[in-house]
């Protein structure tokens, strides 16, 4: 069975630090593209940033590059992501996403709230 298990998210105010963590169970991890995704209130999911199978190649859309940073530990299953100088557009439910076509596994979310 396969899970990926997000953790990390919470209240925080415009400016500050989260650091999310995906735990992945079930899978062979390092043969999978890792990913996360967000979604806010009224959008679409989005891709927030990728990270390849050995960790070598990273991507992020444009609006958190220089902020977000995707990590990966394939020895603990885990992929991280830092967020810093967050603001009120970076509140979303956070989704990890495991790819290894046609395998595409997601977590259940985590809530990131940038408020005051």
């Known amino acids: 069975q396969v899970q990926l298990v997000e953790s990390g998210g919470g209240l925080v105010q415009p400016g500050g630090s989260l650091r999310l963590s995906c735990a992945a169970s079930g899978i062979t991890f390092s043969l999978y593209r890792m990913a996360w995704y967000r979604q806010a209130p009224g959008k679409q999911r989005e891709l927030v940033a990728g990270i390849s199978r050995g960790g070598s190649s990273t991507n992020y859309a444009n609006s958190v590059k220089g902020r977000f940073t995707i990590s990966r530990d394939n020895a603990k299953n885990m992929v991280y992501l830092q967020m810093i100088s967050l603001n009120a557009e970076d509140t979303a439910v956070y989704y990890c996403?495991?790819?290894?076509?046609?395998?595409?596994?997601w977590g259940q979310g985590t809530q990131v709230t940038v408020s005051s």
């Open positions: 996403n495991a790819q290894n076509s046609p395998h595409d596994y």
